[in-house]
């Protein structure tokens, strides 16, 4: 009987131990963004990014560029996009649109720095 005592009590603090929910999670706020939007913002000496490549493949690319695309031109419209035309050139990725042949029309073009995620170009012809 004791030994049950026990094991269930292991098992309830094992268990209630371990939840999270979304309150119980430290914040850091507002000031401490600021004060680090002002620091990286301000820093020219320091390497700001501390990877190689921040979009290293194509996968990641196409999502990049599929969530800011969605936003702006609507997602049924780049959907109807695809298949998608994605280049690596250099340290940049090069994402536009494809139209079925005969069809006239306009495509989104974007161009991705790999190396720290700026949008290079972003247009959408007509």
């Known amino acids: 009987m004791n030994f049950k005592i026990t094991f269930m009590t292991l098992i309830f603090i094992s268990l209630t131990s371990c939840g999270q929910t979304k309150t119980e999670r430290t914040k850091l706020g507002i000031e401490y963004a600021k004060s680090e939007l002002k ?12 990877v190689n490549k921040v979009i290293s493949d194509k996968e990641t690319a196409e999502i990049i560029a599929e ?9 049924d419209n780049i959907i109807k996009q695809r298949p998608y035309e994605i280049n690596q050139i250099d340290n940049f990725w090069v994402l536009n649109g494809t139209l079925p042949q005969n069809m006239s029309g306009g495509t989104f073009l974007i ?16």
């Open 39 to 50: 620091e990286a913002l301000s820093n020219k000496t320091e390497k700001q990014i501390l």
């Open 111 to 126: 161009i991705l720095n790999s190396t720290n995620g700026q949008i290079i170009k972003l247009t959408h012809g007509k």
């Open 67 to 75: 969530t800011i695309l969605f936003k702006i031109y609507g997602k």
